[in-house]
């Protein structure tokens, strides 16, 4: 259906929320299972991140998964006034978060960033706490709230639909999931559809 | 002033939330330091959750602190239908949190159990983050609220009055957190005076 849709002259992008590896790692995944795509066609969390931080002269410490690192390679980490946080599964450490936290209660306003805020997901080894855990601990111990990067946050479909050069009016989600793939959307005053494929229950 | 208290024929009880060590351990730091209590003059959250336990018949699962863990030798901790935790420290490892986590999932009716909600405290390494942060994560991911011990809440000092045998009018609580201490004792239908020592700014 991807080349379907480009066969027809119609602009695509890909919204994933996926932040424990770079969009390249992302799209030579999807180019194995057949699906044609290029890294400019994906929209991610972590690039969004990138956007906002340039946009906000913002210089963050990273707690994020060792695979998503490169994704902030242009980014200046030097000194940081701001705490991005992702999926970091292994990094998630007793003293990488005390880490974190040093760093924003430190902040005379502490801006934390996260690339998401999903509770918990399957791997073949069982459920894992996703960072929409640890994004809770930070903002109750810090006394902040969280600026979430990601489906279904407004400003990601707006980021997606800046890639497209497209208005919203004339642009189209199509999704399995009700709140982050359709509601986003609709709230960016986007149509969408869902599909009764993947996670559609 | 322990000493004329006691010689005044005045029943003392002292009410802590320490819950990185035993009772036992925690008496011997202050008979160290020249104060002649005994374990059954203090009460912890520790001890407060095992009464908890026992009289609902939970059998936990423990996310504690290690010296913390004989507080509990007398608790059935098989096939657990709930989860107790504490301030673990160097335990709050990215797979314990998981392995608690999946404990409180797999249950019908989520039962968390939280010895305090502190957001962070000071170490002689630097500010680290408390239980209260980590229980906000399980919080989320579970979609539970978990049911604290530990000052301010009003369970706690029911259970030192308990020890005492003397009803909350009979009784005045002094400490130096206005939140905590007094608040909690007074929430509790006892008076309570703020002393201007310790924590008090």
């Known amino acids: 259906s991807l080349r379907r849709i480009k066969a027809s002259g119609l602009k695509l992008q890909l919204c994933t929320n996926e932040t424990q590896a770079t969009r390249e790692s992302f799209v030579r995944k999807l180019r194995a299972l057949g699906f044609e795509v290029s890294a400019g066609e ?3 969390p972590a690039p969004a991140a990138c956007r906002l931080l340039r946009e906000r002269g913002l210089r963050p410490h990273l707690l994020v998964h060792h695979d998503l690192v490169p ?15 992702g999926d ?9 978060l005390n880490e974190a936290f ?19 997901y399957k791997e073949t080894d069982g459920l894992k706490l996703d960072v929409g855990a640890y ?12 600026e979430v990067v990601g489906k279904p946050a407004k400003s990601f479909f707006e980021s ?14 199509i999704g399995d999931d ?13 149509r969408a559809l869902q599909v009764r494929t993947g996670k559609y229950r």
Chains 1, 2 share one sequence.
């Open 160 to 173: 997606a639909l800046a890639e497209l050069g497209v208005p919203a009016e004339q642009a189209i989600m």
């Open 88 to 96: 970091a599964a292994e990094n998630f450490t007793y003293a990488n």
């Open 42 to 44: 994906v929209t991610a």
């Open 102 to 120: 040093r760093f924003l209660i430190g902040m005379e306003k502490p801006v934390l960033i996260s690339l998401g805020k999903g509770r918990y």
């Open 71 to 85: 994704e902030f390679a242009e980014v200046d980490k030097t000194n940081p006034n701001c705490v991005v946080l």
């Open 135 to 146: 994004m809770k601990a930070l903002e109750y111990a810090c006394d902040v709230q969280a």
């Open 178 to 190: 009700i709140v982050n793939d359709v509601g986003g959307a609709q709230q960016c005053g986007m």
